[in-house]
């Protein structure tokens, strides 16, 4: 009866600490969903960039046909999340640089899925050209 009872008991603890090691399988592959959509990219050393999500890895993250955003306002309100939801407003003076093919941002603190009106809206603004 008792060999019973520890037999049960390990099995349990044996199933809770496979399901904890699948919660955290889950937990590392957040952003794949975002794979191959536009997103806004925070990062601590490199600013922020809207581009074409490649891939996650920790706080690495590499994008394509990036565009470096210098100087950019939101269309409403004021945060980098309106500018993903509402785009930019192109009546202000922008600094978005031209798009690059490839960059990889090694610091990103933030990925924010970008609206249609968004895309839309980078499309629309001219590179910065600073000469």
Not at 63 to 91: I, Y
Request: proline share 1%.
């Amino acid at each position: 009866m008792k060999t019973e009872l520890i037999e049960k008991l390990i099995e349990m603890l044996v199933k809770d600490e496979n399901s904890e090691k699948s919660d955290q399988v889950e937990s590392d592959n957040l952003a794949d969903d975002l794979i191959g959509k536009r997103v806004i990219i925070r990062s601590h050393d490199s600013g922020c960039h809207f581009g074409v999500l490649k891939g996650v890895s920790g706080r690495h993250v590499s994008l394509a046909d990036s565009r470096r955003m210098w100087s950019w306002w939101s269309a409403k309100e004021m945060t980098l999340s309106a500018v993903a939801k509402f785009g930019l407003n192109e009546s202000k003076s922008l600094k978005i640089q031209s798009e690059v093919e490839r960059i990889e941002i090694l610091d990103a603190c933030e990925i924010i899925l970008c609206s249609q009106d968004c895309i839309d809206s980078f499309d629309r603004v001219e590179p910065y050209n600073e000469q």
